[in-house]
């Protein structure tokens, strides 16, 4: 007699067929002149893509404020909610259509993927502010991997890759700690 497996036997996590959504990666609304793309990839611990990843943004609107429009899904594509759910492609790259942040300037990003038991908490930044806690207590190198790069020819368009880990020539994304029960 066989039983049926239990969720803690069965292979996943399947983030790819129920958590996306239509619209997910477009933050901005449809046409909006100010809206920026933040694109990249994500890496392994071995520097391979990560074709299954799924990346959660939240941020400020551009007046600064955290409210947002009600609900994560824009029906309409007209509403700005700061919320955005972007799968990775096959070659691991990922784009996201957003507007800037007010107030702080970085995005809070949650990364789920294969082979990890949790997800992972980082910001991405546009710029590197002074003053900020978290940064004043990192080295420079690490600071780096918290920032978006600009990309050449200045068409509102940043680099933010991913690294799980990292090897001699790339830096391991810093990643943030909560305490327990936060």
Known sequence: ????????????????????????????PAGHPEA????GYVHDGEGAPVPDALLEFWQAAPDGSAAGSPGSLRRDGARFTGFARVP????????????????????????????????LFTRVYFR????????????PERRATLLAVPEPGGHRSYRFDVRLRGDADHAETVFLAFPAGS
């Open 88 to 119: 990775t492609a096959g070659d691991g790259h990922y784009a996201l259509r957003t507007l800037s942040p007010g107030g702080a300037p970085y995005l809070a990003l949650c990364l789920f993927a294969r082979g990890l038991p949790r997800h």
């Open 1 to 28: 007699m066989s039983l049926p497996p239990t969720p803690a036997q069965t292979i996943g996590p399947f983030y790819g067929t129920a958590l996306p959504f239509a619209g997910g990666a477009d933050v901005a």
């Open 36 to 39: 920026v793309t933040v694109h």
């Open 128 to 139: 590197l502010p002074d003053g900020d806690p978290l940064l004043a207590g990192l080295p």
